[in-house]
């Protein structure tokens, strides 16, 4: 066992330089390379993910705008409708009133021509009453003057 253990002496013995430049070399590679490519890194991140917050924010602000679009676009054209409404209600209100105008002519135009209507048949009932009576007067003259020129044995 004991060259053994001489070989594995002489093996530990020649791997501490090769130990020693491994450890150098890790340290003056983590403070060269390392800790700037790891801040490096860190930044990145950091600007990536507050570009990655931002655009979110972004989004979010986004969003809220369109809501609040959409908000007004539904109220203005509540408002539009509601105009409209008021405009269709104002229209009918004066076609209601130009209708019940015309039919108050329309009735005071039935009043005045039944009016006149019955002046005229009361007119021509006193026409004709008069007419009927001098008709009557010479009917009857006819009649009776023939019979009393007979009676009378004159001449016709």
Known sequence: MDPLLRQVGDLLLGAVPTAVIFLLLYFIYSKL???????????RRERTEGAVRKARA???AAESKTQEYEQSL????LAIFKVQELRRQAAQKARAAAVAETRKRAQQ?????RSAIDQDVA????HLRAESESMASEIIR???K???VA???GQP
């Not at 390379?33 to 930044?43: I, M, N, S, W």
């Not at 135009?109 to 021509?113: G, L, V």
């Open 123 to 126: 007119e021509a009932r006193l």
């Open 109 to 113: 135009q039935i009043r005045e021509a």
């Open 142 to 144: 006819t009649i009776l």
């Open 74 to 77: 539904r109220e203005a054209r």
């Open 146 to 148: 023939p019979a009393g």
């Open 151 to 153: 009676v009378a044995g």
């Open 33 to 43: 390379v390392g800790k700037p490519l790891r801040r490096l890194l860190d930044e």
């Open 58 to 60: 972004d989004v979010a």
